[in-house]
Each structure stands twice: as C-alpha cells, then as structure tokens.
C-alpha cells in the first residue's frame, strides 16, 4: 500500500509541471497551483496561503499524505512539514537547500523586480529557457498550467522570510532531501540534512537546479519508493 503524493510546483509555473512524473506514478496523487499561479493567479502569495493549499490537498487525498517539491514547492513543503506534522507523513524537498537569507538572494529579489516591470515579456523569456532547458514533455509541462512572472517578487519576499532549518528541526518525519550535482541551490545540503530528525541525501549527477525533472520515470520510482516507505502497514 502506497501513501497518497502531494507534489508542490516551483516559482512562476503551475501544478502542470508534475505530470510526466504522476503519469508514470503508482501512488493516488494531487498537484494543486499555489496562489499567484497556474488556476490561483491573481492570488496574492504568501508562506502560510501556500502551506493552506498543501493541507488541503492532503485533506482530500484522505488526510494524510508524503509532500514532494521542488525548488519553492520545496520550500513550501519544508514549510508545510513543520507546520502540519500530522497531515505531512513523509517530505521529499528537491532543489532547496540553500539558506534563504544568504547574499545570492538578492539576485532573486532583483529578478523578481525586472519581472513585475513587464511580467508579459518575462513569461516570454521563461517560456524559451524551459523549453531549451527541458526538451520534450517535461519543458512542456513546465509551461502548460501558464506562467505568472508577476509573482516572483512576492515568492522571494515570503521564502527569505522563512528559517527552513528551524522547520526541518521541527518537523519529527522522514525526510528525503534530493539534488542535481549541479545544482546552485545545493549550497547548504549538509546543514539541512543535519537539521532532519530522519533525513537522507540523494544526488542526481549531472544534474541542475531543474534538469532534475529529466528522467520522470526515475523520479516516480523514487517517489513511488518513498510513499511506501511511509505508509502504514496494513492491518
């Protein structure tokens, strides 16, 4: 038996972006859109708007679910994880262990500015580097769900707000934390793997920071793998 996936999707796309992976999944799962994004657009984005959409997810998938995300789904799931233990049975954070209150976050914080000065033109430029990054279905899935470029600089003002090694540390489940060997956002791993109560480190090499979503048959073996081992036994 296979506990339920909630998978949560990365700044600017939408819950789209995990198809080609719950396609190949053997595990019931949901992708909902975050606020400011994909059907929530318009929405303003905050921490605790993201982890409500998360719980609710999780609620009708039956009240108890692993959490998997990437990049800000990460975030958000590490977020997610501390501040509802009871309805976060497992957690696989991709993409998101750099502490966010470091100096490379003001590439972020300027970035997300250039795009609220012309969030039409910046989709433009998002669409073009998913595709050229990830050929194929998974650029694809990416953009499907639609891009909203405007809500990048509420993202990086709520994620550099948060502490996700305090979260970790609060959170008392297993923790999967997994990186492209190439991958900027690596930069602490060490530290959020210490700061896990049952945490463990996979590195995809080669690798980066969304290359990870290249092989989707591999990442739903390792998903599929990981809701097993958090689900009860039966009986």
């Given at each position: 038996?296979?506990?339920?996936?909630?998978?949560?999707?990365?700044?600017?796309?939408?819950?789209?972006?995990?198809?080609?992976?719950?396609?190949?999944?053997?595990?019931?799962?949901?992708?909902?859109?975050?606020?400011?994004?994909?059907?929530?657009?318009?929405?303003?984005?905050?921490?605790?708007?993201?982890?409500?959409?998360?719980?609710?997810?999780?609620?009708?998938?039956?009240?108890?679910?692993?959490?998997?995300?990437?990049?800000?789904?990460?975030?958000?799931?590490?977020a997610a994880a501390a501040r509802h233990p009871d309805l976060v049975a497992g957690l696989v954070a991709m993409g998101c262990t750099a502490r966010p209150d470091v100096p490379w976050a003001r590439a972020y914080r300027l970035a997300g500015r250039l795009a609220a000065r012309d969030p039409?033109?910046?989709?433009?430029?998002?669409?073009?580097?998913?595709?050229?990054?990830?050929?194929?279905?998974?650029?694809?899935?990416?953009?499907?769900?639609?891009?909203?470029?405007?809500?990048?600089?509420?993202?990086?003002?709520?994620?550099?707000?948060?502490?996700?090694?305090?979260?970790?540390?609060?959170?008392?489940?297993?923790?999967?934390?997994?990186?492209?060997?190439?991958?900027?956002?690596?930069?602490?791993?060490?530290?959020?793997?210490?700061?896990?109560?049952?945490?463990?480190?996979?590195?995809?090499?080669?690798?980066?920071?969304?290359?990870?979503?290249?092989?989707?048959?591999?990442?739903?073996?390792?998903?599929?793998?990981?809701?097993?081992?958090?689900?009860?036994?039966?009986?």
């Amino acid at each position: 038996m296979s506990m339920p996936v909630v998978f949560v999707h990365g700044t600017r796309v939408s819950g789209t972006m995990w198809s080609p992976v719950r396609a190949l999944l053997s595990a019931p799962s949901a992708a909902p859109d975050l606020p400011g994004h994909g059907r929530r657009r318009g929405l303003p984005y905050d921490t605790e708007a993201a982890c409500d959409v998360v719980a609710e997810a999780i609620e009708d998938l039956g009240g108890r679910a692993l959490v998997v995300g990437l990049s800000l789904g990460g975030y958000v799931g590490i977020a997610a994880a501390a501040r509802h233990p009871d309805l976060v049975a497992g957690l696989v954070a991709m993409g998101c262990t750099a502490r966010p209150d470091v100096p490379w976050a003001r590439a972020y914080r300027l970035a997300g500015r250039l795009a609220a000065r012309d969030p039409a033109l910046a989709d433009r430029v998002s669409r073009f580097v998913l595709r050229r990054m990830l050929p194929g279905a998974a650029g694809q899935a990416m953009i499907e769900g639609g891009l909203s470029s405007e809500v990048v600089a509420s993202v990086v003002a709520a994620v550099t707000a948060e502490d996700p090694l305090a979260s970790l540390a609060a959170y008392p489940g297993r923790v999967w934390l997994v990186n492209g060997t190439r991958d900027h956002l690596r930069a602490d791993e060490q530290a959020f793997l210490r700061a896990c109560a049952d945490g463990s480190l996979t590195h995809l090499p080669g690798r980066g920071h969304l290359t990870v979503l290249a092989d989707p048959a591999w990442l739903a073996r390792f998903i599929d793998d990981a809701a097993r081992t958090v689900a009860p036994c039966p009986g």
